[in-house]
């Protein structure tokens, strides 16, 4: 079983920067795949970042990239989303994905296994 809070949201406005963290803990010693995702109202969950078990690779949807960069310290059991230059299309709950036991492609939403309660982002014009 593994847990993931996320913090780190808020409401700011375009152009601004936040931080988004989310602490994983349940499997000590283990390190796994982990990705951040988004949902916005009356929209389906989509793919933001994904990270590898040991931060070696990492990919970012191609409409955040060269905005949000995500990363990992597995010291802290933490991963972290910054998110610049936000835009008001950005405005969704944004989630934590732990990929522990499943295998394939790391954008979809089906191959995460634990999941965090989701943190609001809001971005104004």
């Known amino acids: 079983q593994v847990q993931l809070v996320e913090s780190g949201g808020g409401l700011v406005q375009a152009g601004d920067s936040l931080r988004l963290s989310c602490v994983h803990f349940?499997?000590?010693?283990?390190?796994?795949?982990l990705a951040w995702f988004r949902q916005a109202t009356g929209q389906e969950r989509e793919f933001v970042a994904h990270?590898?078990?040991?931060?070696?690779?990492?990919y970012v949807a191609d409409s955040v990239m060269g905005r949000f960069t995500i990363s990992r310290d597995d010291a802290k059991n933490t991963l972290y989303l910054q998110m610049n230059n936000l835009k008001p299309e950005d405005t969704a709950v944004y989630y934590c994905?732990?990929?522990?036991?499943?295998?394939?492609?790391?954008?979809?939403?089906?191959?995460?296994?634990?999941w965090g309660q989701g943190t609001q982002v809001t971005v104004s014009s």
């Open positions: 349940g499997r000590p010693g283990s390190r796994y795949p």
């Open positions: 990270i590898s078990w040991n931060g070696g690779s990492t």
């Open positions: 994905a732990a990929q522990v036991y499943n295998g394939g492609h790391y954008a979809y939403s089906r191959v995460y296994d634990y």
